[in-house]
C-alpha cells in the first residue's frame, strides 16, 4: 500500500510539472487535460491514505504491538501474504500458513 501511495505522490508530482509548462506556453486546453488527470490520482491517493490510516501503525525500534485479547500474533515469515519484515499488519486466519499459528498461543 505504501508503494501505491508513493506512485501516487510520483505521478501528481511529474502532473504538476507539467501542468506548469503548458500554461507557460499557453496550452490551456493541455493543462485543463493533465490537471483532471492529477485531480483523479489525488482522489485515488485520499483513498489509500484513508486506508492506511485505518489500518496503519508503526512500531517504534524497541517498542511491542499491543493487540486484542485472542488475537495470534505471528512473523512476517509465518504468513502466505507478502508482509515486510518491519512491516506490522492484519491478516485473516486463512492467511497464515498451516500449523505457524497454532505454534503461537493466542493472546490473554
Known amino acids: 500500500m505504501e508503494k501505491t501511495v508513493k506512485e501516487s505522490i510520483h505521478k501528481m508530482t511529474s502532473h504538476l ?13 493541455k493543462a ?3 490537471t483532471r488527470e492529477t485531480i483523479k490520482e489525488m482522489h485515488a491517493l485520499e483513498t489509500s491514505l484513508a486506508g492506511l490510516a ?9 517498542g511491542a504491538v499491543v493487540v ?7 512473523s512476517h515469515e509465518d504468513v502466505n501474504v507478502d508482509v ?5 499488519r492484519a491478516v485473516e486466519k ?14 490473554k
Open 84 to 88: 515486510d519484515r518491519d512491516e506490522v
Open 32 to 34: 485543463l487535460g493533465k
Open 17 to 29: 510539472q507539467l501542468i506548469s509548462g503548458y500554461l507557460e506556453m499557453k496550452d490551456y486546453t
Open 54 to 62: 485505518k489500518v496503519g501503525m508503526t512500531v517504534p525500534h524497541d
Open 94 to 107: 486463512k492467511e497464515v500458513l498451516a500449523g505457524h499459528g497454532s505454534d503461537n498461543p493466542k493472546t
Open 68 to 74: 486484542p485479547h485472542g488475537s495470534t500474533v505471528v
